[in-house]
């Protein structure tokens, strides 16, 4: 058996107790169970499809891309031998109908072996599987497909079971309480959370209208119908939606959407987290998240400093066939933009993060910056990008002062330019089915009080009257105060009171 590209990731054991009729193998939840990760990719993520038979917080995916292995899966070694059970059991979610294929042995002699159910596309059901004619089991190994592929194939699998009977179950299991933040062991607190379940638009974003390349020769039309609220179809999230749509529009062939919080929401330093599901870019589309510094109308770009927390669909992951697991994070500044000093890097992540949600962490202080994927599902992954903000004797290319001002959200689904390398947008194959979103969950602040740190948010001028303008709120370093008022979380800086999204309150 090939077992290049392992990836191991760690999960409780829970006891076996031969006994029952039933017994758990795992549930993915808080769990440090050993999964072999066999030729493609696999991971614990958070559930992506909370729908239906499955809405619980975790389950396994695994990704087999086109030139995988077509036994690629994931294999947990049972920690003794099981004996007289028939059915092995896993509630599935796959992205086509082919039937997944689990792999068993009986000391040393292996054997594929087809489910019993009718496989559904695009929705939980409970997959079964008869292990009757072996005399005993000493691992369960999911292989996600074993067809001839043209896409990816992506399983999610979870609630794996052993047992004495066929019957599929059809209960839905234990909904997720895990939405909510919950207090960060490094001494972050929580001072801003944006969830998007408002009908409109909150008045912290500024939605982007032009069709200038940015600076990129990006092919897209910035406007307004390419950012909307809605539900993200398959989790029933409520998000906020950048859209990408080939049509023609005001000169360009696709149209998309980019919103940002300059001058109305900006902070220094902290932990800043969003719940991102990224479309599939191959080939051509750019999504990312990241931030530039609020001075921006003042000194312009790049001497505002900017710092991109996340981008997808780079040329080389075309290239490459990694669409789906090539991202970057990186840091830009400059006197002008033919001179700018850049650092950046690059990695082909485990298992894919496109197509499903997943946590984009940065951590800024004012000596460092990291980034983080799925941190707190895989806390023991390393950072995708680190840099140190060292301090230069030209005031243009000074990181521990450009990087150590107050920076502004931006999120944004470019189509093509010269990131992913194309500049024509009939090479752009990705919105030929139709157009593509990027959906953002939630973003979130935190921070620890630390010297430095600052953070502001301007509110709509006819729902507080005496709201100071954003050229009023420039001085940031007043500290805040988390205080409980009439049952309600509350940040007090200075003489006013914010609520979590932001907004001045009475």
């Not at 729908?51 to 030139?67: D, F, H, Y």
């Not at 902070?267 to 530039?292: D, S, V």
Request: net charge negative; proline share 5%; with cysteine.
């Amino acid at each position: 058996m090939n077992m290049k590209n392992s990836i191991l990731f760690l999960f409780l054991l829970l006891p076996l107790v031969l006994s029952a009729q039933t017994i758990s193998v795992d549930d993915f939840e808080n769990t440090t169970k050993q999964w072999n990760t066999v030729s493609c990719g696999s991971a614990i993520v958070d559930n992506p499809q909370q729908t239906g038979l499955n809405v619980s917080c975790k389950c396994l995916q695994i990704t087999r891309a086109p030139e995988c292995d077509n036994w690629s899966g994931a294999m947990y070694t049972l920690p003794q031998a099981l004996t007289g059970y028939k059915y092995v059991h896993a509630l599935m979610y796959r992205n086509n109908s082919h039937k997944p294929n689990v792999k068993v042995t009986d000391n040393g002699e292996n054997l594929d072996i087809e489910p019993m159910t009718a496989i559904v596309a695009n929705q939980w059901q409970d997959v079964v599987f008869d292990i009757s004619s072996k005399a005993q089991a000493d691992f369960v190994f999911f292989m996600a497909d074993r067809e001839n592929l043209t896409e990816d194939a992506v399983v999610l699998i979870d609630d794996v079971i052993i047992s004495n009977d066929a019957t599929p179950r059809t209960t839905p299991n234990s909904a997720c309480e895990k939405d909510e933040p919950t207090p960060d062991a490094d001494g972050y607190s929580l001072v801003w959370n944006m969830d998007f379940t408002s009908a409109t638009l909150p008045a912290c974003w500024n939605i982007e209208v032009n069709g200038d390349g940015g600076g990129n020769n990006e092919l897209q039309y910035y406007c307004e119908k390419g950012v909307t609220l809605g539900v993200e179809p398959t989790t029933g999230k409520h998000c906020l939606i950048l859209t990408a749509t080939e049509e023609q529009y005001q000169g360009k062939g696709c149209t998309s959407g980019r919103v940002n919080s300059k001058g109305k929401l900006y902070y220094t330093f902290g932990k800043i987290e969003a719940r991102i599901k990224f479309p599939r870019t191959a080939n051509g589309l750019w999504p990312a998240f990241w931030q530039m510094g609020n001075n921006y109308d003042q000194v312009g770009w790049p001497r505002c400093g900017e710092t991109d927390i996340i981008e997808l669909g780079h040329q080389n992951a075309f290239n490459k066939g990694t669409q789906d697991r090539y991202f970057n994070g990186a840091m830009h500044v400059g006197s002008k933009w033919d001179a700018v000093w850049s650092e950046a890097n690059s990695v082909t992540w485990p298992y894919s993060v496109e197509d499903s949600f997943h946590i984009v962490t940065m951590i800024w202080t004012p000596t460092s910056i990291e980034m983080y994927m799925d941190k707190e599902a895989h806390p023991d992954l390393s950072p995708y990008f680190t840099a140190k903000l060292e301090p230069n004797d030209d005031e243009n290319y000074n990181r521990q002062v450009i990087f150590g001002k107050p920076n502004f959200i931006i999120a944004n689904l470019a189509v093509g330019g010269n990131f992913p390398g194309i500049n024509d947008v009939n090479k752009i194959t990705a919105l030929s089915d139709g157009p593509r979103s990027m959906y953002i969950d939630w973003i979130r602040i935190y921070q620890r009080g630390d010297a430095g740190e600052s953070f502001m948010s301007n509110v709509p001028s006819e729902e507080i009257e005496a709201t100071p303008t954003a050229a009023e709120m420039v001085v940031t370093d007043v500290p805040a105060t988390k205080v409980l008022r009439e049952g309600q979380l509350l940040i007090q800086r200075g003489e006013l009171l914010y609520d979590m999204q932001g907004y001045v309150v009475r």
